[in-house]
T-cell receptor
Framework: GNSVTQMEGPVTLSEEAFLTINCTYT??????LFWYVQYPGEGLQLLLK?????DKGSNKGFEATYRKETTSFHLEKGSVQVSDSAVYFC???????????FGKGITLSVRP | GAGVSQTPSNKVTEKGKYVELRCDPI?????LYWYRQSLGQGPEFLIY????????DSGLPNDRFFAVRPEGSVSTLKIQRTERGDSAVYLC?????????????FGPGTRLTVL
């Protein structure tokens, strides 16, 4: 079956620090990979995605590269802001209009 | 335009009671999904509709859980004989359903508490 493993949290950083959140996966078939974000008091929203190997998804200064050889999709941002404080979920899908498989999520807190 | 909406936003019930949770997808989206998110966990898939029919119900935990989408738009998740372990946030998502790997748009969720 499919599974997504995220690094343990929570993560607390100072503003302008570099961020890496690790995500690895196992999948039957060839997955598309996603990062979803949940800001305080809001619903889940798509942050970025990549649909094939070596693709880089990017949005709001965040980036993640689909690495098939290491089955990873690590999320990075060069300089975090207080407004990036949220819960981040790595997820995958292995079929058209199919179900998402999520990791446990990690809480990021950014201090001013 | 309007996003996915879910009602109620919070539901408190007693063990053994019946509850219904409603989802209004984005207009025109043919695919609709239900997920359940327990505290400290990521969302877990329950059921997927394409139009009116349940295309995949493999995530429903047992026969106390049932979902319908009679007109291919609004969906209702029904839970019979609720148990304390059913307490979670129930999320609904929709997508256009007309091509591969569409983004799923999530609603704000219904927080169910079973006392």
């Amino acid at each position: 079956g499919n599974s997504v493993t995220q690094m343990e949290g929570p993560v607390t950083l100072s503003e302008e620090a570099f961020l890496t959140i690790n995500c690895t996966y196992t999948a039957t078939g060839y997955p598309s990979l996603f990062w979803y974000v949940q800001y305080p008091g809001e619903g889940l929203q798509l942050l970025l995605k990549a649909t094939k190997a070596d693709d880089k998804g990017s949005n709001k200064g965040f980036e993640a590269t689909y690495r098939k050889e290491t089955t990873s999709f690590h999320l990075e941002k060069g300089s975090v802001q207080v407004s990036d404080s949220a819960v981040y979920f790595c997820a995958l899908i292995t079929g058209a209009n199919s179900k998402l498989t999520f990791g446990k999520g990690i809480t990021l807190s950014v201090r001013p | 335009g309007a996003g996915v909406s879910q009602t109620p936003s919070n539901k408190v019930t007693e063990k053994g009671k019946y509850v219904e949770l409603r989802c209004d997808p984005i207009s025109g989206h043919t695919a609709l999904y239900w997920y359940r998110q327990s505290l400290g966990q990521g969302p877990e898939f329950l059921i997927y509709f394409q139009g009116t029919g349940a295309a995949d119900d493999s995530g429903l935990p047992n026969d106390r859980f049932f979902a319908v989408r009679p007109e291919g738009s609004v969906s209702t998740l029904k839970i019979q004989r609720t148990e304390r372990g059913d307490s979670a946030v129930y999320l609904c998502a929709s997508s256009p359903g007309d091509s591969s790997y569409n983004e799923q748009f999530f609603g704000p969720g219904t927080r169910l508490t079973v006392l």
